[in-house]
């Protein structure tokens, strides 16, 4: 970054336009296209969904928590892919419970990746009883072996079963 | 005609009355009521009127909650214990905290904000549940075992400065990647208490030359740093080797040392100077003048060596230099400034 910026100063130096349109502070200008919700007929949002990108850090968090999203650490582009790897892979086990417009939550420790998802809580309870939590738990462990096996390291899964149309009356903006 | 009225006493007591309702009953009980209510009323003394008190209410069976949709925090009872609950560090689950906690922001300031129940904001960030006071107290007692009691000889800083004067500092990584090596963890600083080992006054000259931006030399403390070999262990016998390499060569003496001139001394050694032959014949001339001795001012100066008459250990001499080797070493202040007026004044007696 440093040798970058002594690079294009010394560019700047020779066309003194371009010095104004360089600055090394955080940019205030939000991304407007990304996080725009098409919602004609109010139905209640998630509180993920509500928040566009620039709110992460002040008003929700983030998704992924680790040491390489920190200033100054190295290998953030190998746990980024792994990271979208666990998300697909838990979406393509969990189609029908995985409700998409909630996180999936990875935080790493030390070497132990700890995995927060959530899931609709009525086709368990209500619909299909008998298949269903035996299905669940299956999977569970089925995700959590494979998962481990693919990453090489101990991954521990969190289910979280809520009615999520009660959320939504509770968090309804 | 027979009902049954329940009468509430108190919050929780019920009773039950069976009440035979015929008019002439009926009347008999109102007159009577009324009666004793003439009498009572102005003792403060409320009577029970059982037919016709309106204030009571008619019981209503509640349906209590069914069990099975109860969460684990809405069993739980008051006294139970955490630890139990919350071992070890876990994800925030929404069904087993006990605690009225909400996160998220809301646009109506009027609202509150989310509850804990699918709060994924909770979930994401880091909780301390599993760090409370009584699982610090658990945590303790179960180590408790494998400690040892520090020597209490050891708990005077002075003391424990002067059995150990060397510090080693590391720094170990701990990151969330499948490698346990960090290259940063290879830099060793090694801080040495350079008032343990024994130095003259020629050493300690050198080894702040040798030295230098390493030494502290006010606090004569040195601090080695090294990072240039790929291992842990090899920079710190690189730094003891340093270390070791500075003290002898200190304590060595070369021949072109004593070559050194008055502008290369670190510190200005009046001793050595012209200064002090002049001063000492100063000093001789003027007890030659107090003693009443009249003498050619030449022909004294070459005759008589004024290092016999005169000693150097005599007090105004020894401010004098002090004062002068102060002024030429901290540079010219307004109190090196007095204090060399001062011992001047008092070498010259004025």
């Given at each position: 970054m440093a040798s970058l910026s002594q690079r294009f100063f010394s560019h700047s130096a020779t066309c003194g336009k371009l010095a104004r349109t360089f600055s090394t502070s955080s940019?205030?200008?939000?991304?407007?296209?990304?996080?725009?919700?098409?919602?004609?007929?109010?139905?209640?949002?998630s509180y993920e969904v509500t928040w566009p990108p620039d709110a992460i850090g002040v008003k929700k968090a983030?998704?992924?928590?680790?040491?390489?999203?920190?200033?100054?650490?190295?290998?953030?582009?190998?746990?980024?892919?792994?990271?979208i790897f666990i998300r697909k892979f838990l979406e393509g086990t969990f189609p029908t419970m995985y409700q998409e417009t909630t996180p999936i939550v990875i935080r790493r420790r030390q070497n132990l990746i700890d995995i927060s998802i959530w899931m609709k809580e009525s086709p368990v309870t209500k619909g299909i009883v008998e298949k269903?939590?035996?299905?669940?738990?299956?999977?569970?462990?089925?995700?959590?072996?494979l998962l481990s096996r693919f990453l090489k390291c101990p991954v521990k899964l969190d289910i979280h079963c809520v009615d999520f149309d009660k959320v939504d009356k509770d968090t309804k903006f | 005609m027979a009902s049954r009225r329940l009468v509430q006493l108190s919050n929780e007591h019920w009773i039950v009355l069976n009440i035979k309702r015929s008019t002439v009953h009926h009347l008999q009980r109102c007159c009577v009521h009324?009666?004793?209510?003439?009498?009572?009323?102005?003792?403060?003394?409320?009577?029970?009127?059982?037919?016709?008190?309106?204030?009571?209410?008619?019981?209503?069976?509640?349906?209590?909650?069914?069990?099975?949709?109860?969460?684990?925090?809405?069993?739980?009872?008051?006294?139970?214990?955490?630890?139990?609950?919350?071992p070890t560090k876990a994800p925030f689950r929404w069904g087993s905290v006990p605690l009225p906690i909400r996160q998220g922001y809301r646009k109506k300031e009027y609202k509150l904000s989310a509850g804990k129940y699918g709060n994924a904001e909770l979930v994401k960030i880091p909780n301390f549940l599993h760090l409370t006071p009584p699982h610090i107290k658990t945590h303790c007692q179960?180590?408790?075992?494998?400690?040892?009691?520090?020597?209490?000889?050891?708990?005077?800083?002075?003391?424990?400065?002067?059995?150990?004067?060397?510090?080693?500092?590391?720094?170990?990584?701990?990151?969330?990647?499948?490698?346990?090596?960090?290259?940063?963890?290879?830099?060793?600083?090694?801080?040495?208490?350079?008032?343990?080992?024994?130095?003259?006054?020629?050493?300690?000259?050198?080894?702040?030359?040798?030295?230098?931006?390493?030494?502290?030399?006010?606090?004569m403390t040195l601090q080695l740093?090294?990072?240039?070999?790929?291992?842990?262990?090899?920079?710190?016998?690189?730094?003891?080797?340093?270390?070791t390499a500075l003290y002898y060569e200190s304590q060595e003496k070369e021949d072109w040392e004593d070559e050194m001139e008055e502008s290369d001394?670190?510190?200005?050694?009046?001793?050595?100077?012209?200064?002090?032959?002049?001063?000492?014949?100063?000093?001789?001339?003027?007890?030659?003048?107090?003693?009443?001795?009249?003498?050619?001012?030449?022909?004294?100066?070459?005759?008589?060596?004024?290092?016999?008459?005169?000693?150097?250990?005599?007090?105004?001499?020894q401010s004098y230099k002090s004062a002068f080797s102060n002024l030429k070493d901290e540079g010219d202040s307004r109190e090196t400034l007095n204090a060399y007026k001062q011992s001047v004044l008092k070498l010259l007696k004025l």
């Open positions: 940019h205030l200008s939000k991304n407007l296209r990304a996080g725009k919700i098409h919602n004609p007929k109010n139905f209640p949002v983030w998704n992924s928590w680790d040491t390489t999203n920190l200033h100054g650490e190295k290998g953030s582009p190998s746990v980024i892919f792994e990271d269903g939590i035996p299905r669940l738990h299956f999977l569970h462990g089925y995700s959590e072996e | 009324s009666r004793i209510k003439e009498d009572l009323e102005d003792e403060n003394f409320k009577v029970l009127n059982i037919l016709r008190d309106k204030d009571v209410k008619r019981f209503k069976w509640e349906k209590p909650p069914d069990v099975r949709t109860l969460s684990r925090a809405d069993c739980m009872k008051t006294d139970m214990n955490w630890t139990s609950v919350w179960a180590i408790k075992k494998f400690c040892t009691e520090f020597p209490s000889e050891l708990k005077n800083r002075e003391i424990r400065k002067a059995n150990f004067p060397l510090e080693v500092i590391t720094s170990d990584y701990v990151t969330c990647g499948t490698s346990i090596r960090d290259p940063r963890s290879r830099e060793v600083t090694v801080n040495v208490d350079l008032s343990v080992l024994k130095f003259d006054e020629h050493s300690v000259t050198k080894i702040k030359k040798l030295a230098g931006d390493k030494m502290d030399e006010k606090a740093k090294s990072d240039r070999c790929p291992v842990r262990k090899q920079n710190f016998d690189f730094n003891v080797y340093t270390l001394w670190v510190k200005y050694q009046w001793d050595k100077t012209q200064s002090k032959k002049k001063i000492l014949k100063l000093k001789h001339r003027i007890q030659q003048i107090n003693s009443g001795e009249k003498t050619d001012l030449a022909s004294s100066v070459s005759k008589s060596d004024p290092s016999v008459s005169v000693v150097d250990t005599e007090d105004d001499i």
